[in-house]
């Protein structure tokens, strides 16, 4: 028996639950991607990536007074995708999946309980059967999981995951400049720089339907930068201000750690023994004032967050 989502909470109020859907060549899913998640929410919105397949023709046939479909006559990418089904939305929550008939639709449930207590963002972890995600992919999940944990100072297993859910009004906040797949990694980054509750839910991951869209070379370097440029852009002043000289002292220590190693495959000696130790010392400083930074912008956006709140 599917619970519906949209039961009234404990106030009696009832949250409007809206789906937003990117289509980009899933003939093979969409039907049945829309089939399960219908008797779950209010509203889907399907929006077609300019696909070259028979995706559109499907999904207008799917369309009724629940299901709305929207295209871009050029394929634009995920992350306008995204962005054009949020503004067609009518929800209290919005919520974003995938059309591959990955992610299970019986955790929406439990995304809007969390939603109905207060978290700002919930994320569907890929913890149930991380087989069906290719050992490549699983190792970019993990390396990337961990810089956007130590970038926000939050623990952080799947920042990477399409399946989430939050309150419509907060997309403006959350929205962030990306183009690829790299959109769902700095979003996640961004609430929790700007001191938002989020929480993780492990969910069951499934076996791929269709061609996947992920490049994991050149995706992981645009996620690299991606969060490089959140790491600086969102973090407070005071956090700037403490992590600046780190920059310097990263300079100072690749430039003598190059010329140690220079000295080392020219001459087969070191002619300065001490700039190994240098070089080491310069980056664990910047290291540290990277770190301390961080921390700093963390417990200001947390204030913020906290008076927020109160006022």
């Known amino acids: 028996m599917v619970q519906n989502a949209t039961q009234p909470n404990e106030n009696g109020d009832r949250l409007k639950i809206s789906l937003v859907i990117p289509a980009y060549?899933?003939?093979?899913?969409?039907?049945?991607?829309?089939?399960?998640?219908?008797?779950?929410?209010?509203?889907?919105?399907?929006?077609?990536?300019?696909?070259?397949?028979?995706?559109?023709?499907?999904?207008?046939?799917?369309?009724?007074?629940?299901?709305?479909?929207?295209?871009?006559?050029?394929?634009?990418?995920?992350?306008?995708?995204?962005?054009?089904?949020?503004?067609?939305?009518?929800?209290?929550?919005?919520?974003?999946?995938?059309?591959?008939?990955?992610?299970?639709?019986?955790?929406?449930?439990?995304?809007?309980?969390?939603?109905?207590?207060?978290?700002?963002?919930?994320?569907?972890?890929?913890?149930?059967?991380?087989?069906?995600?290719?050992?490549?992919?699983?190792?970019?999940?993990?390396?990337?999981?961990?810089?956007?944990?130590?970038?926000?100072?939050?623990?952080?297993?799947?920042?990477?995951?399409?399946?989430?859910?939050?309150?419509?009004?907060m997309f403006e906040r959350f929205d962030v400049e990306a183009k690829s797949l790299e959109f769902e990694t700095k979003m996640t980054v961004r609430a929790a720089k700007l001191g938002y509750k989020i929480i993780e839910i492990p969910i069951e991951y499934r076996e791929r339907v269709g061609t996947s869209k992920l490049h994991p070379i050149r995706d992981g370097f645009k996620m690299f930068f991606g969060l490089l440029a959140i790491a600086w852009n969102d973090t407070s002043p005071l956090g700037k201000m403490i992590m600046f000289p780190s920059f310097i002292f990263i300079i100072i220590g690749l430039g003598f750690g190059s010329v140690a190693l220079y000295e080392r495959l020219t001459v087969y000696h070191l002619v300065n023994e001490y700039y190994p130790l240098i070089s080491v010392f310069a980056i664990l400083l910047a290291i540290q004032l990277i770190s301390i930074g961080l921390i700093v912008d963390f417990l200001t956006k947390k204030l913020d967050r906290i008076e927020e709140k109160l006022s």
Do not use: M, W
């Open 25 to 169: 060549n899933e003939e093979k899913a969409i039907k049945p991607v829309v089939e399960e998640y219908a008797p779950y929410v209010d509203e889907i919105i399907i929006v077609d990536d300019g696909s070259t397949d028979s995706s559109f023709t499907i999904a207008k046939t799917l369309q009724d007074e629940k299901t709305h479909v929207f295209r871009h006559e050029k394929n634009q990418g995920k992350v306008a995708a995204l962005r054009t089904g949020v503004e067609h939305t009518t929800g209290d929550v919005v919520i974003f999946t995938d059309a591959d008939c990955t992610y299970p639709a019986r955790y929406i449930p439990e995304f809007v309980r969390k939603i109905e207590c207060g978290y700002d963002l919930i994320l569907g972890s890929r913890i149930i059967n991380r087989e069906n995600i290719p050992l490549f992919n699983r190792l970019g999940n993990f390396i990337f999981s961990s810089l956007a944990a130590y970038i926000s100072g939050k623990t952080i297993v799947d920042s990477q995951t399409g399946f989430r859910a939050f309150r419509r009004e």
